[in-house]
């Protein structure tokens, strides 16, 4: 069977990579428009490198009239715990040589003020007795928050109020390096192709059911042929959906949505003295991925400290593409969505056009606000992160993400982002069960299942607490975290 992947981002290279595993005859192709592997929001300063898994974002546990809910974060968290799974396996088998080349214990922490101490202490009592948090400690004590995140607190007034909680066990993730490795993998061991500099044009299907892929290759025209094609493109799948003919086409279209940091280089010492990812809570009309977090973050062997995101709105699919490709992607039927959520949601694209025009003055004031004295401590700059495109769904705006099949099982792609990244293993192993199905049907193929993810059934995780400990302390050791004592 002859597989096509568009896009040779973290999705793309985990759908390969697992897909080759588990049925080596397949003959599978990566085709990506930049020339390499996890160049585009994987890279390493396009993202957070936050391994979400709920610790931390309050986005994850919503609050509806004083009750709070934390069965998203639930299943967040155990999504985290089956890429860990994988990540681990990668590393046993030899084809990723030191997991401390893409990740690395950090501390996660929420920080809040007084007028949300209440809310943080409701989230701490929920989520603290489930398993998956059953390290989580809380406290309101000026001192101890201190030697948890001491760049917060060390120049705030002590009468100042606040709360936080802190994960011993979080990490950061450079994601740009995990795809790197892993496409050398896919490439070297397994016989995965990957043509970069490939600029998918269009995708139709020919009259025998077969998937053509039209493409710009370094200046010259060159078609695939696909029994099976899967778009791993981040916002880059909306103008192929488009062009798909598929009938579901119509039920989504694209809301971009991009971000810029503040980056400061810090020296070794420095990044031990404050060994976390904190966050804060995201003002009201932000969209969750404009939460506001001061992150210390290990790139290329450089530490750092990124502070933001500061969204925007900037009508583009990914970064480096322009103004026209999204205009492309636009069809008549997508404009009366596109208007509606305008409408419907004003405040959210009011608080994104603010965002944009956003100077440094302001982007200090609010690290300022986070973590007082803390931008006169480094040589801060801004840096522009990876563009979103969030799903509009039938007129609705949708925060997460989406796999799309076609009813023949023959096309699938990923929309959306957030959580993204930190659970690309398991929702690339959910998009092939729905893809390839009839390769897990095989003995050997369910064998390399249970090696690659001992333990991958996300209910079994939340509800079984002997099972998941078991699972969590093998993966963390082969991985090099340490887990606290009990």
């Known amino acids: 069977m002859n597989v ?32 390499g592997a996890g160049a585009g929001n994987s890279w390493a300063f396009n993202n957070a490198g936050t391994g979400h898994e709920a610790n931390c974002e309050l986005n994850y546990t919503p609050v509806d009239e004083e009750v709070i809910s934390v069965e998203k974060a639930e299943k967040i968290h155990a999504q985290f715990n089956v890429a860990k799974q994988f990540w681990a396996y990668l590393v046993e088998k030899g084809a990723i040589k030191d997991p401390q080349t893409f990740i690395h214990q950090t501390k996660h922490c929420t920080i809040v003020s007084e007028p949300s101490i209440e809310e943080l202490k409701l989230r701490f009592k929920e989520m603290s007795a489930h398993h998956f948090f059953e390290h989580m400690r809380y406290s309101e004590d000026f001192d101890e928050i201190k030697s948890w995140i001491p760049y917060t607190m060390e120049e705030r007034p002590r009468h100042e109020k606040m709360a936080a909680t802190a994960i011993e066990t979080g990490t950061d993730v450079n994601f740009g390096a995990l795809t790197e490795q892993m496409a050398a993998h896919a490439v070297n061991d397994l016989g995965v192709k990957i043509e970069y500099g490939t600029h998918v044009k269009r995708v139709h299907r020919s009259p025998a059911g077969s998937w053509l892929v039209e493409t710009a290759s370094r200046g010259s025209a060159v078609q695939y042929k696909a029994d099976v094609l899967f778009v791993g493109a981040g916002g880059g799948a909306f103008p192929i959906l488009k062009r798909s003919h598929l009938p579901f086409r119509s039920r989504y279209t694209g809301f971009p949505v991009g971000g810029r940091f503040l980056q400061a280089p810090i020296s070794e010492e420095q990044a031990r003295h404050y060994s976390a990812k904190t966050y804060g809570k995201a003002k009201v009309g932000a969209p969750p991925m404009s939460v506001p977090h ?12 990124l502070f933001g995101p500061f969204a925007s709105f900037k009508p583009l699919l990914e970064k480096g593409r322009g103004f026209l490709d999204y205009l492309g992607s636009i069809r008549l039927h997508d ?3 596109l208007l509606s959520v305008a409408l419907e949601h004003f405040p959210l694209v009011k608080y994104l056009v603010s965002e944009t025009f956003k100077g440094k003055k302001s982007m200090f004031e609010e690290l300022e606000s986070f973590a007082p004295g803390l931008s006169k ?33 023959s096309f699938g792609t990923l929309l959306g982002a957030s959580p993204g990244a930190s659970v690309s293993p398991e929702v690339m192993l959910r998009c092939l069960e729905q893809l390839l199905p009839t390769i897990l049907t095989k003995d050997e193929a369910r064998k390399k299942l249970n090696e690659m993810f001992p333990e991958h059934d996300l209910e079994t995780l939340i509800n079984d607490p002997a099972r998941y400990r078991e699972i969590r302390d093998a993966v963390n050791k082969r991985l090099g975290i340490i887990q606290p004592e009990a």
């Open 377 to 409: 401590k480094f040589d801060w700059k801004p840096v522009q992160a990876g563009q979103r495109v969030q799903i509009i769904k039938d007129g609705d705006l949708q925060m997460g993400t989406e796999i799309v099949v076609s009813p023949e099982e």
């Open 4 to 35: 096509i992947i568009i896009g040779a981002g973290i999705m793309g290279t985990t759908f390969a990579t697992l897909a080759k595993e588990l049925a080596p005859n397949l003959d599978i192709t990566i085709l990506e428009r930049l020339d």
């Open 294 to 305: 001061l992150d210390l973050r290990l790139v290329d062997g450089q530490y750092y400290l």
């Open 335 to 337: 404009i009366p969505s």
